[in-house]
């Protein structure tokens, strides 16, 4: 996906009456984690800080405890029984892993096995698997979570007091003040570091350490659909945060703390240099003062929400969202409080939770339209912004397509509708190529209406099962050139890689968007045609490694629809190697693309 999304900005104030917060059940004391078994079923998990773990099922709280080790458990403050985690094919092992701060007021990460009722656990069983020190009483951490990788994560504070007074968490020395990353499934109730593990070789660094330079990381969670990594990390005096990194990092992060605090220096003198900096800050006003992390939601009872992470303040409960979208991460403030936030929980079915301090457990409803996200409506094959009359272009939104996968039309002329989703762009009906779901992005592949042009603006309009987005406006251009990255031989119609390079001389073609009006134009979702052909009416030029080519065609690609194709002749005298390909029609100019030449 060539949909970058890059830049931070800050906390805009909204309200936001499409999200609110439904009650499912009370009476908990002093919830800290809420899980699901992933074993199909449908029960929550709800962690108590004083050391037992009760059963949501169906709606009803049971009566006996899953898990009761309050007799282990120093629990008051920021201690007591912290994190919860199943790991995967959790049906068919039967154990889980717990975290809590134990009677001498030390982190314990352990195993214990469930009996044969499958709805208690064995408080005998215990296998501790970590001990670690704790030199002050706040600032434990307490989330562990199994990752993609079935690798098991434990978010550690830096020991606590008041500005990491003994620098633990930048000590490779120390495992506080880090996101740990363990292999405890290998040989259960052993632990094993995974061989890819950042600091493996690196003398003087523990090799169970994935990430550097956190604070207190109470909460953070793995976006089910593409497995990026949000750390919610409590700030000090002035900053909350929240850390990302996406599923292909290898860890080694550093998150800054105790230099920075947020995006500021915390010591005087710190430089930024060599530090991952925080994709959203809010600062301590208006009440706020701790962080508490959340999930990405990508459940179906709110498709309107897909995409977007859910988090709050603790001292507020004043919820957040932040989006990931159009260029830059959207941090938005919502006018909705729940209670003294203490964590969020997911169902098996992708849904949110949110727990508070009084006990209460509630379910976070969004809305059930689709949502165009910010700055979505872009060319096809650019994704740059804007559209062009009878083009390709696709639209990014949520709430389109419940399970990941590719919906595609099978005939031509293109529907009008598709997997239940219509597209209208200035009230015209936009006919649709694809339906998409990959790795939590939605997408929408449809034809500009030809009946747009003339126009300098576009409102496009994305409904799904009766329910309309909000309209999105976007510039409507005559041209806005844009390649797919396939080049074709005329010869033999094969395509052009490193194996098979384009040669002096040769005729090829590529496929391309936004050439703008053509002659003998078809109608919108219609084939283009052979005989004639819809020629461009723009001049269209073509150069290849900077030399100009001959360009006997350009226009709609035959047999295709909102696509052209552009015909060109490899120049005699093209350097060898990989060389830009750019096609400009009028005055605009495509990004360049890389071709091999031989």
Known sequence: MRWLLLGLVFPLLAQDSEIRLVPVASGFNAPTDVQHSGDGSGRLFV????????????????????????????????RGLLGLAFPPGFAGKQRLYINYTDLLGNTVIAMYRVTSDPDVADPTSEQVL?????????????????????????????????????????????????????????????????????????????????????????????????????????GQNTWEEVNYASASSHGGENYGWSAMEGLVCYRSGCTKDG????????????????VTGGFVYRGRRSPGLRGTYLYADYCTGRMRTLRHEGGQWVNTTLALSGGLVTTFGEDEEGEVYVANSAGTLARIDGSRAPRIA????????????????????????????????????TNLPLPPELAGVSVEVNGMAAPILAVANVKGI??????????????TSASVVVSRAGLESVPEEI???????????VVVHNADYTLVTEERPLVPNEFAFIYATGLGPVSNPPDTGAAASSAPLSVSLEEV?????GIPCEVPFAGLAPGFAGVYQVNFRVPSDSPAGLQELIVTAGEASSTPIQVPVL
């Open 275 to 290: 530090f991952r900096l925080p994709v959203a800050v809010y600062r301590h006003e208006n009440g706020d003062c701790s």
């Open 374 to 409: 910010l700055d979505g409506v872009v060319n096809a094959a650019s994704f740059l912004p804007g559209i062009v009359a009878g083009s390709l272009a696709t639209v990014f939104a949520a709430g389109v397509l419940d399970d990941p996968g590719v919906v595609s039309a």
């Open 47 to 78: 962690v108590e800080q004083s050391g037992t773990v009760r059963i949501l099922r169906n709606g009803a709280v049971l009566a006996r405890p899953f898990l009761d080790i309050q007799s282990r458990v120093r629990a008051g403050g920021e």
């Open 541 to 545: 030029r073509v150069t290849l490694a």
């Open 475 to 485: 510039a409507l251009s005559r041209v806005q050139p844009g390649l797919f990255p």
């Open 130 to 234: 970590l001990n670690i020190t704790q030199p002050f009483a706040n600032h434990n951490g307490g989330q562990l979570r199994f990752g993609p990788d079935g690798y098991l994560y434990i978010g550690m504070g830096d020991g606590g007091s008041a500005g990491d007074p003994f620098n633990y968490a930048q000590a490779g020395s120390s495992l506080l003040g880090k996101l740990l990353r363990i292999d405890v499934e290998s040989e259960p109730g052993q632990v094993r570091i995974p061989p890819d593990n950042p600091f493996v070789n690196v003398p003087g660094t523990r090799p169970e350490i994935w990430a550097f330079g956190l604070r207190n990381p109470w909460r953070f969670s793995f976006d089910r659909a593409n497995a990026d990594l949000y750390i919610a990390d409590v």
């Open 442 to 455: 939605e997408q929408v592949n449809f034809q500009a209406p030809f009946g747009i042009a003339g126009s």
